[in-house]
């Protein structure tokens, strides 16, 4: 049996290249898609998937890491072409009824919602998997594992195919095939002690390569993984040093921005500064750290 192709399509997110990834895998019968996007950029990954020759009735299977919508807003639709969506248990409740989904968004994202992200349509439920952790879900002659890895959310999975680990958000933003790596840290589930396991766990595999959906393979599995080791440390540290001042959310936000920028987002070249206000928003994270520390640490 020949190897499969696991091609990544670049959904153009908001006319960024190389911002969001969907990862199709051509099988002998039929198509997985791993991470499809948002239901803004539909559109091209149709244009991907017929430039590829795949059809949409092809695309039995659908991965998603977790259900944040830069990952999972397509979903709804895919399902009604015919897929089985696969997530993890937490999160298969809010694709069925994503009313509390897009209210969070919402408050999130305010008259952006609709601007970046477009419609959210539910997932019938008989168009809906739940695998257990570690689960091996055998697909046309192959397999493919989802593991348990929170951290960045509580509902998040990472599946693992023939080597290559599709890490949706657990694995960092990695931008334009650079060396710099950052950690998204939003409200309302961030934990870097959930991630620092998850991380550990991924660490035991043996992988050739590793996807993260922002953006691309890399081959580099063991830097790359001990960079985002690396990142959690220094963030943490820095956050328990700012917390003794006990900063407003406004302040914290203005403090990591200054800190991000001395990590290197300053030093990347200056096409890749926008994807951060879309992929990795300073004021997001900040309301991610200033909640764990209030909600978790102090508790």
């Not at 298969?92 to 009313?99: D, I, K, M, R």
């Not at 820095?238 to 006990?246: C, D, G, I, V």
Request: proline share 8%.
């Amino acid at each position: 049996m020949s190897s499969p192709q696991i091609i990544t399509i670049d959904l153009n997110f908001f006319g960024y290249p190389g911002a969001i990834a969907s990862y199709l895998i051509r099988l002998p019968h039929q198509a997985v898609l791993i991470e499809p996007g948002p239901s803004t950029t539909i559109p091209a990954l149709q244009k991907a998937l017929t430039d590829c020759g795949i059809s949409l009735s092809d695309v039995k299977d659908v991965f998603i890491t977790h259900i944040h919508l830069d990952h999972a807003g397509s979903v709804g639709w895919l399902a009604r072409q015919g897929a089985t969506i696969h997530v993890h248990p937490k999160g298969a409740p809010h694709l069925v009824n994503p009313e509390k989904l897009i209210q969070s968004a919402s408050r999130i994202y305010g008259e952006l919602m609709d601007t970046l992200w477009g419609e959210i349509k539910p997932v019938p439920e008989d168009h809906l998997h739940i695998p257990e952790d570690n689960e091996i879900l055998s697909i046309d002659g192959h397999k493919f594992q989802v593991l348990d890895t929170p951290g960045h959310a509580n509902h998040h999975y990472t599946v693992l195919f023939e080597g290559t680990l599709f890490a949706g958000d657990i694995g960092g933003i990695r931008i334009g095939d650079t060396k710099h790596i950052e950690l998204p840290t939003p409200p309302p589930e961030f934990d870097p002690l959930k991630w620092r396991a998850s991380l550990r766990r991924l660490q035991e595999l043996e992988l050739c390569a590793i996807a993260p959906t922002h953006f691309g393979v890399y081959s580099d599995v063991e830097y790359h993984l001990n960079q985002l080791l690396i990142k959690l440390d220094l963030l943490e540290e820095w956050l328990e040093q700012q917390m003794l001042s006990n900063p407003s959310l406004e302040e914290l936000t203005e403090a990591l921005r200054h800190w991000l920028d001395q990590q290197g987002r300053n030093q990347l070249p200056q096409a890749y500064q926008p994807y951060f206000t879309y992929l990795n928003p300073t004021w997001m994270s900040a309301s991610g750290l200033y909640r764990y520390w209030h909600k978790v640490r102090q508790a």
